[in-house]
């Protein structure tokens, strides 16, 4: 879908943003974030309106600064290239070729904790790279500060699809056989255990279950996903 196009329609002609306010929605969106060419249509500049856009829809903070740390990555890259940093100006092309770059991107090269390992970025890491940068630019449109997505004419590539693996029954048997529910804590680590491979919950859902999400009248939890999906 075109974001620009549908952008415009919710506008009436005598209301649509013109270019006197949508370089004042730059400067609101940008807040002193420039850069050091002053430029307020620079990469990294309009990074913390949509950041503020995000908040306010109740966007998890995690994925937020994610989002801002791949729309910097790339900034990083155009500067590396000698490429153009205005939103303006970048295209199908310039993204391209960063994703391609992605491709050579030797693992957890820019964690501060994990050292480098051997091989290079996976299909399931440049996947959320390139949709972290693509929710960006169609802020962008939304917000009229450019007028094409250039990520209309781009194919992200897919994530890598591999199969979970499961436990055995003889594993199974093994992990609860060292679980004595005579006891409370093994009661609590025998209960974890059946609700998660029950339900197929995610650890971190489990762990921040509360008595508040739980009916045990009814038999039923209350979980928040990612993204706060209940």
Known sequence: DDDCMKAAKRHHPATRVNSRDRELTVAATGRHNAGASGN?????????????????????????????????????????????????????????????????VPRYEDHNLVKHREGTLSRTTINNYARGISSFWSWLCREEIIKENPFRRIRIPRPDTKAV?????????????????????????RAILTLMLDTGIRDAECRNLTLENTNLDQMTIRIFGKGRIE
């Open 40 to 104: 307020p249509y620079s990469l990294s500049a309009p990074t913390q309106g949509h950041s503020m856009t995000m908040k306010a829809e109740g966007i998890t903070g995690k994925y937020i600064r994610a989002v801002t740390d791949n729309v910097l990555r790339l900034q990083r890259f155009l500067e590396s290239e000698g490429h153009d940093t205005d939103v303006r100006n970048i295209g199908p092309t310039q993204i391209r070729e960063y994703l391609a770059h992605l491709t050579e």
């Open 165 to 189: 693996e499961v436990f055995s029954e003889d594993q199974l048997r093994r992990l609860f056989g060292v679980i004595d529910p005579g006891t409370t804590i093994g009661a609590r680590d």
